[in-house]
């Protein structure tokens, strides 16, 4: 059975910094695109970082551009989000989340099948 567990979420003040993990388990992932998502309260779930299945192309949204990270370790099969400069709207629960077709590019369009349960992200002002 495939599982993606994330974990690193908490409460930190603005301006801070959080690094997030996502641990595959029940088969490889080294050939598939992995993405990060968030899901505010009463918001849609949103793009947050994608990185392609070869970790050479990255990509990101606006609102993190420039102060989020994502990077991913092969041999351990982990995924990792590093969140600097936190703001209170980057407020929100995040998902790790796999390409369903191997070799993807990791767009934020792709067909991401496999979804963690979530880890809770608080910035306070």
């Known amino acids: 059975q495939v599982q993606l567990v994330e974990s690193g979420g908490g409460l930190v003040q603005a301006g801070g910094s959080l690094r997030l993990s996502c641990a595959a388990s029940?088969?490889?992932?080294?050939?598939?695109?992995m993405a990060w998502f968030r899901q505010a309260p009463g918001k849609e779930r949103e793009f947050v970082a994608a990185?392609?299945?070869?970790?050479?192309?990255?990509y990101y949204s606006e609102p993190v551009k420039g102060r989020f990270t994502i990077s991913r370790d092969k041999a351990k099969n982990t995924v990792t989000l590093q969140m600097n400069s936190l703001k209170p709207e980057d407020t929100a629960v995040y998902y790790c989340?796999?390409?369903?077709?191997?070799?993807?590019?990791?767009?934020?369009?792709?067909?991401?099948?496999?979804w963690g349960q979530g880890t809770q992200v608080t910035v306070s002002s």
């Open positions: 029940g088969r490889s992932f080294s050939r598939y695109a």
């Open positions: 990185i392609n299945w070869s970790g050479g192309s990255t």
């Open positions: 989340a796999a390409d369903s077709v191997a070799g993807g590019a990791g767009l934020p369009s792709a067909n991401y099948g496999s």
